[in-house]
């Protein structure tokens, strides 16, 4: 059965720091590309990081540019993403994706709160 399974969601204060994890099973991690989506609330979903299968080339949306860092464990089936001066607009859901050209897996997400 697949599943994703993201933790390490939370409350941080602006310029804290956090790390999501993403478990995968059911299926090999190194055979797709990983991929972090956040919502925030009222917004649509948009693609934060990516990292690509084969190469693991790695790209960033913009605003998270030098304070994000997404990072895979093809061994252990597992997905990171160091999160760093954490900013207020970085309030929203957390979700690890896994796609390929045919099919594209979900989590259930994690919740990150930036405020004092």
């Known amino acids: 059965q697949v599943q994703l399974v993201e933790s390490g969601g939370g409350l941080v204060q602006p310029g804290g720091s956090l790390r999501l994890s993403c478990a995968a099973s059911?299926?090999?991690?190194?055979?797709?590309?990983m991929i972090w989506y956040r919502q925030a609330p009222g917004k649509e979903r948009e693609l934060v990081a990516m990292?690509?299968?084969?190469?693991?080339?790695?790209s960033y949306v913009d605003s998270v540019k030098g304070r994000f860092t997404i990072s895979r464990d093809n061994v252990n089936n597992m997905m990171y993403l160091q999160m760093n001066s954490l900013k207020s607009e970085d309030t929203a859901v957390y979700y690890c994706?896994?796609?390929?050209?045919?099919?594209?897996?979900w989590g259930q997400g994690t919740q990150v709160t930036v405020s004092s």
């Open positions: 059911g299926f090999t991690v190194s055979n797709f590309h």
């Open positions: 990292s690509t299968s084969g190469d693991d080339s790695k």
């Open positions: 994706s896994a796609a390929t050209a045919t099919k594209t897996y």
